[in-house]
């Protein structure tokens, strides 16, 4: 199993857990954040610009599993280097993000393995899971992991109570899932009665062996280079180096020892105090351990060997190769059972078309015997037949015999009848022979409607032509037609807005009309009092003149209009100055206050001029 498909198993189940509604899709915005987080713990230039152009804002909607893989693979897949991150980093992400949806521990603290514990087995799980999704462990790889967990613990695993479980849960599947591997070993049903710790440390020791390549570890006595003296160290093994720490915290690290194909092991004699010795030679040195016991010196000869021999296989990984191997031996297995399904099939198939056979054959028996049986009938009934027949063909010869001589007077007939016939053939060959001519008739008739019919298609041909065209003027013309209708709703909302205006002047105008007459009256009135007032003044303009002019004794009546004699020349000429602008404002305000001017002058003195005083007199009411 390489980098890429490790990588994508944990990011199905990021992609998975964000899938709420479990429709296979998954909304733009959180697969940027998770692309994001991914560019982070792989250690991966982020490339925004592609991230914000493969997920903009637009009408596509959430993205599905097959819609995301494009990218993950173009910037996330192929950019990453085995060996520049920390997977464990990564695997934590993709776990934080599914646990919180999927993984329900006992919530009354009863559960047989802590979160942490859960990530690694989940780990597991998905090292051991099949290449197919959804992913699934089968039931050999399920076996496999808990018989290496209870082996850490020293304890055995009942593999019958396992089988029954399986059987109950996979329904069908091909596996387990892993929220129900992580069930099961939370159940305790078959880590039953161990401590949480001693669960947590067999979980520890499995991961590093199958998850982090660890082939072997533990304290060592280790012979320095130059000071040559020995210190107990804590080694780790793994396929291509072996390294060794202060303790076995593993915090702080004295050194390293390179593996490849070219290193070797030997065991070494007992010397310096030291037993159960062994080296590590390399191409430039030689390493001396010593181990606690022969046990364990041989365990560590065995395990650093196996690391060597995976350095000249060019293998990185026990476990994957191991995994590969119990794989193909599966199918092999699967091969075999299929293959002796098939051969058992077959078998019974056989053992059924014997069977068969055999009742073909008792049928065919007892068919044999019934057609001898028939046979025998048959047989006898033909002899009965046969002497009927002979007794009919006596009879039917006799009746020949009569027919025979019935038979030539009836020939002289046919003859006569025969020779009637020919004649009535030589009809028929002369009938048919004009038959001919009216079918060549009617087939170069046939040729003239076809070339007519050839004419009446091409002429269809164009009629529809043109009714194409016209169909298209029609729509040109429909088109103008909805222009035109629109252009003559705008200018009819135009009118309206115009005959809206035009009522609203109308009524401004009627209102300036109804305002002019009331000023017209107005007028009208003042012009009334005007000349009523003009009037006034001249009675008593006339009136002050008789005044002015009192009757002396001796006077005649008649001479009253003359006036003094001195007295007229001196006020003739004030008197004409003062008519002419009296008249001069009586038409400018009414010609019939002329009229009436004119009229009061007849009817006074108008030869007697207005005093001064009578004239103030008269225009002070006026004012």
């Known amino acids: 199993m390489d980098l890429r498909a490790e990588l994508l198993k944990s990011i199905w189940y990021a992609f998975t857990a964000l899938d709420v509604e479990k429709s296979g899709k998954v909304s733009k915005s959180q697969l940027k954040v998770l692309s994001h987080n991914l560019y982070t713990v792989l250690c991966i230039p982020h490339d925004p610009v592609a ?34 991150f920390v997977k464990e980093n990564f695997d934590e992400l993709c776990w934080t993000l599914t646990a919180k949806k999927n993984y329900k521990p006992d919530r009354n603290g009863n559960s047989v393995v802590s979160h942490q514990d859960a990530f690694k087995l989940w780990c597991l799980f998905n090292f051991l899971s099949e290449d197919k999704y959804p992913l699934v462990m089968v039931p050999d790889e399920v076996e496999y992991l808990l018989k290496k967990i209870c082996t850490a613990m020293n304890v055995e695993l009942n593999s019958c109570e396992l089988d029954d479980y399986l059987a109950q849960e996979q329904q069908g599947q091909g596996g387990l899932t892993v929220w129900q591997f992580l069930d099961m070993v939370n159940s305790g049903r078959f880590l039953r009665g161990i401590e949480q710790e001693a669960v947590s440390m067999a979980v520890e020791e499995v991961y590093q062996e199958v998850i982090e390549d660890v082939l072997k570890q533990g304290y060592l006595w280790k012979k320095g280079q130059l000071r040559r003296n020995w210190s107990e160290r804590w080694f780790t093994l793994k396929p291509s180096v072996l390294s060794y720490y202060m303790s076995e915290e593993r915090k702080e690290k004295k050194g390293s020892i390179t593996l490849d194909k070219h290193c070797c092991v030997e065991v070494l004699p007992d010397r ?103 046979l025998q009938e048959e047989e006898q009934r033909r002899r009965q037949q046969h002497e009927e027949m002979q007794r009919t063909l006596e009879i039917q010869l006799q009746e020949a015999e009569q027919a025979r001589a019935s038979m030539q007077a009836e020939m002289v007939l046919k003859e006569a009848e025969a020779e009637r016939q020919r004649k009535r053939i030589l ?85 300036v009309r109804v305002n002019r007459q009331r000023v017209d009256q107005d007028v009208m009135a003042a012009q009334r009092k005007l000349r009523q007032a003009s009037t006034n003044v001249k009675h008593w303009n006339v009136q002050m003149n008789r005044l002015m002019h009192p009757i002396e004794p001796g006077d005649k009546r008649t001479n009253v209009s003359g006036g003094f004699a001195g007295y007229q020349p001196l006020l003739s000429g004030r008197d004409s100055s003062l008519r002419l602008k009296q008249r001069v404002e009586d038409k400018g305000n009414d010609p019939m206050r002329d009229n009436s001017k004119d009229n009061v002058s007849n009817g006074g003195n108008s030869g007697v001029p207005p005093s001064p005083d009578a004239d103030t007199m008269a225009t002070e009411p006026t004012n």
């Open 51 to 84: 991230l914000e152009e493969h997920f903009r804002d637009d009408d596509d909607g959430p993205v599905s599993s097959q819609g995301y893989m494009p990218y993950l693979n173009k910037y996330i897949l192929d950019k990453v280097e085995e060996g520049a």
């Open 272 to 374: 310096d105090g030291k037993r159960c010795m062994f080296c590590v030679k390399t191409s430039s040195r030689t390493y001396e351990m010593s181990a606690s016991d022969t046990r364990q010196r041989q365990e560590w000869t065995l395990a650093i060997q196996t690391a060597i021999r995976l350095q000249a296989e060019g293998k990185n990984s026990l476990h994957k190769d191991l995994k590969q191997k119990r794989r193909e031996q599966r199918e092999q297995r699967e091969q075999r059972k299929a293959a002796k399904e098939e051969e058992t099939q077959r078998l019974k198939q056989l053992q059924e078309e014997k069977e068969r056979k055999l009742q073909e054959l008792e049928l065919l028996k007892e068919a044999q015997r019934q057609a001898e049986i028939l």
């Open 427 to 511: 009809e028929l060959e002369d009938m048919q022979e004009r038959l001919q001519e009216a079918l060549q008739q009617e087939v170069k008739a046939r040729q003239d409607e076809e070339s007519v019919r050839y004419a009446q298609a091409r002429l269809l041909a164009e009629e529809e032509e043109k009714l194409k065209q016209l169909m298209k003027l029609k729509e040109e013309q429909e088109e103008y037609i909805i222009k035109t209708q629109l252009e003559k709703q705008v200018l009819k909302q135009e009118m309206e807005n115009k005959n809206k205006c035009l009522e609203d002047a109308q009524k401004q105008l009627e209102e």
